[in-house]
């Protein structure tokens, strides 16, 4: 019978899960749990010989070389071996034949289905709802001459996967029919092997195993993949047969990490065996350094022995052999130096005794070799500072969740990971994140090759981390820490994201503390996601997605955080994103002309397809939304501004990274940054690389980013300027090269005027900020400000040297505008309603309200009015054909506001606005800053309006909402004019803005078809003015989780029930970041009010807004009305629904609600707002907050 490699426990232990990969420790024990006292590492005799010419010693013994010799051999199990590999669901009869390495969605696709698109993503699957276990056959000769060589008796044979997704059992296909399990693994990114040694023994002329592949969806360590685009599994990675000696070296165990310090670099070698079948007693391991760039000579910069014994270690360990590594010759980013070590198997020279004699130790057998490629650095921390080989390091990181252009699964295609890394190399960044996923080990190879670091992040999401997954946590984590402790390129490590305090501590104390033992020195935090979360960590993380007006506000928020606990450094595991459009009437990159067709063609009026109801997985789910979206912007703002949306979305996004980016290294130069994402992803265009696989800017558009960055400081960061005054600010320097800057120059250019200012050193780690006072030009426009460093050298220049010429550092720039301060000649007359409370524009003729004309009087047509808020006596006036411009409060009677993700979308600009003067960028960069505020809430009835400025927002959405900045809309016979542009009568953009809004409402007129609205919109704001509601978002509810769904029995309902005990929550957002983090099933809220003594509306409504996902709501204990459906998985969080309490309430008097609500996944609770109204609020939004 086949026997488990390498095992020391019996082959299968049902119910619990055994392994048959060599794990490693935690395959030892009979109860399989780890003990850390077990890792202590074992020495034994211990040589190190320097500068040794092992090929002289081989060659002087009569030996071939042993380092040209492997007895190990691996060849990839394809046609070419006679290998065949055959597919099917669990449970089905017919067998389909297939290529290794694939994914069972792949695997197992209609092959009716046509292919609708074999240029990009391999097929369109129509397997790809696939969830559940497969099964692969492979069949084998047994009489293949090819194979017939390894049937020696010393020889044995092996399977090796390089990963399955995720729970693999292997079986060998008897030829009666049955089955015999040979093995199983659980985990879908790492190695494993299973001996088949015993199935060549048959007499039957071919040999057939069965391999069961269940992708245990919600697994812990699936990963992120399957939330972006369908869950997949299969045999990923490829599949090799192996061939060994009886005595071998276990691969998959040994592992060579960097030890000791930059003056005494070394390397630690654990070597793992596979003795048991020998005959021989003693056997010695050898270990060589050998430099990659002389291979050729094959010499060994220094080697090590050691004796081991034929039975494994008791205590589970392997044996332990340093290696010397020359101080000159350590790995960095700029100069990724590498090394081979070289592992060898001989028996000893001489039994029974602590050491062997040189010469006969060489001239020994060789058993078996392992060669590993790997390069010496050292990451430490000290205070806030991140050090790589004791210098400071500043990391600059690309965010990767694994998707991959190739279909389903992260690539193994190497000329992917070759291109991804040079991308991003390219554009500044020093760092791939691998978030939530364990790359191929090229990936990992390529990284350390082309001197990119790396941050893992281990595959847990949102995972169960208690006592009852600890065990199995513990093996999947052993080996990841196995698979990738060699590579040098490797800086950082996270145990899980987002995960929250809903892990047991105990659980990831021991997935840190073993990761510390695997990887000495290893810089490792229990979960990358918000700063207030870490319990167990050696530097601080964040996750602060947001806005550029706003983002010094989230950085002070780390400072202070960190300000009052122990110094480490921050790394931003994940921010500075920015959505793009996606043209789907243009991009012909992506679909094929039959899958647009399919998609496209023929589309009926309002933009459905009537030929292909579902898209293919890959395109975005906004796909059919955004070519109707396309449509409305050229039509109601211009066929220029649907032309350039794509254009502008990307100059808005990389304005909006830059500046953060910026802003960030001067404000924290010790700190580190991931920038999301590196790809665009079914659920948002939010990549550096769009759908159809093609860079969204060229590498010189990142000229700026480097180890020295420069970054431009001024009050208030405005981008505004008043023509003909001053420009003072600052340029700040920071610089993170290899060697300290020495003999610089920074200068500054702006418009005519130019600067040249010293910089005598500045070392590595260090930042200078240098002031400026400038001229502004005295004209309209944009104006450019540069900043460049040129040095004449390094601090590591011999002084004797002859003077190198000048060279650029550093460089980058700035766009500013001038903008010229109003003049008596824009004077114009403006009535100012009582609600108004800012400052008004230079030479305005401001009209106290109390003296206006009359209403009953005929209106002045050539004065504007300027309101914060509407009520009757303006709608009136609208009525008779008044223009108003109204800057909303976002209170009662003002059109609502809300906060807003600027990097969810892009602003659209219309035609009409490049009749102001300003061109496109003056909007596209003021926006997120200049000119950045809360905007309108998402508007339903955009036929209701004449849109100047919009922002799209198409974020992990199946629609495209438009949030309105600058819209016209008529009132009656009248025009009311809303900015939701800031303006506090001191910015220079702000101030211009609002002149030309206020002026343009007498100079234009409304569109026809916004003119022919008047009546509809009069009628309708009228009705939501005299609406009454009351907000119940005002103050925390009482809340407490029900995970054992016992609340509705106990009466959690009922108003009698005493909720003083329970937690409290604010409702107008999700309960994960108000202390409930990863928080899926049941909780409750609660809260009492009293209705006015004058609420007198004739029915009463309880009325919801958003919930995430289902709930059940009571009054008083009695159910009045549910949103969502769990049965089908229909989410209440963009439900706008009003359950009828009116026989349940009176005027004056006290009532209890009660809310049940169960999230199934991800973020969940109550977090929009709740309210009693007078009546129903409807599937539209309100446009009016109420009064």
Known sequence: MPRLANSSRPLLDPPRIASCSRVGDLRGRNDGRYDRSEASPRWTTLIVVSSVWILASCQASGQESSLSVSSTTRVPLSVDMGARWEARPSGSAEWRPVDIPTVNEAALADPRTPLLNSEFAGAVYRGDEFDGTAEYRLTLPNDDPALRQATRPHRRRFLRFDAVAALARVYWLLPDGSRQILAEHLGGWTPFEVEISELYQSAEPIIQLLIEVDERVGHNTQGFLPIIQPHFGGIWQQVWLVERNNAWLDDLRTTVVAVGTVTEPRFRVEAFADLADSSVDDWEVSAYLLPTHQRDEVHAIATAKQRMERLPNSDGTGWFI????????????????????????????????????????????????????????????????????????????????GYSRQGLGPTVDERQMREELEFCRSRGFNLMKFCLWVPPR??????????????????????????????????????????????????????????????????????????????????????????????????????????????????????????????????????????????????????????????????????????????????????????????????????????????????????????????????????????????????????????????KWPAASWRWQGPTQLSLEIPHDARSVWAGEELSGEVAVTHHGEHDLTDGLLVIEFGPTRLELPLERLAVGAGVRIPFTLPVPNQAGKVTLRATIESAGTSDVRIDAPPAPPRIVSENSWHLWSVPPATQRDAQRVEVHPSWDLPLPKHLFAVAWADRPSATRQPDESTVILTRVLDHELLELLDQGRQVVMLPTGSGGSLARENHWFLRGAPVISDRLMDWGWDREFWLELQTLDLADSVGGAWDDVEAIEPWLVLWNNHDIREVKTHPLLFRMGVGGGVLNVSYLPYDGTNPSREAVLQQWIGQALRVGLGEAAAAAGPRNLERLAGELGQRELRLDDEPWRFQVDSERIGRERGWQMREWNDTEWSTLSIDRHWDGQGFPNLDGWAWYRRTITLPDDWNSERTYLSFTGVDDHYRAYVNGELVGTGGDIETRSTAFEERKSHDISRLVKPGETITIAVEVYDWYGAGGIFRPVSITATPIGSERPWLVRP
């Open 322 to 401: 340093e290696l010397p590594v020359s101080a000159d010759q350590i790995w960095s980013p700029t100069q990724p130096v590498l090394h081979d070590v070289v592992v060898e198997l001989r028996p000893a020279a001489t039994s029974n005794t602590s050491e062997a004699n040189d010469d006969e130790a060489i001239a020994a057998p060789l058993h078996d070799q392992l060669t590993m490629r790997l390069g010496w650095r050292v990451v430490t921390t000290e205070g806030e500072k991140l050090l790589l080989n004791g210098q400071p390091l500043a990391v600059r990181g690309v965010l990767n969740w």
């Open 442 to 695: 090229r990936y990992l190879e390529l990284c350390d090759e082309l001197g990119m670091m790396a941050w893992m992040e281990y595959p847990t999401w949102h995972p169960r981390m208690d006592q009852s997954t600890r065990d199995e946590l513990l093996q999947e984590y052993d080996e990841f820490y196995r698979f990738d402790g060699r590579h040098a390129c490797i800086v950082l490590r996270s145990l899980t994201c987002e995960t929250g305090h809903g892990a047991d501590e105990r659980v990831l104390r021991d997935l840190y503390e073993l990761g510390k033992q695997r990887v000495p020195g290893s810089i490792i935090e229990d979960d990358s996601s918000w700063i207030s979360w870490h319990r167990i960590h050696d530097f601080y993380d964040d996750h602060p997605y947001g806005n550029s007006h706003s983002w010094r506000d989230s950085i002070a928020r780390l400072d202070q955080h960190i300000a009052q606990r122990e110094a480490m450094p921050l790394m931003l595991g994940e921010a500075i994103a920015a959505d793009t459009w996606f043209d789907v009437a243009s991009d012909d990159g992506l679909m094929s002309p039959d899958l647009r067709d399919a998609v496209f063609e023929p589309m009926s009026a309002n933009g459905e397809s009537t030929e292909l109801t579902k898209l293919p997985y890959w395109l975005p789910g906004f796909t059919r939304a955004n070519l109707r979206y396309q449509r409305w912007v050229s039509e109601a703002l211009g066929p220029i501004a649907e032309r350039e949306m794509v254009a502008d979305s990307k100059h808005y996004a990389w304005a909006m990274r830059k500046f953060q980016i910026e802003t960030f290294r001067t404000a924290q130069p010790d700190a580190g940054f991931v920038v999301s994402v590196i790809r665009d992803f079914p659920l948002a265009g939010m990549g550096l690389i769009d759908f159809a696989d093609r860079p």
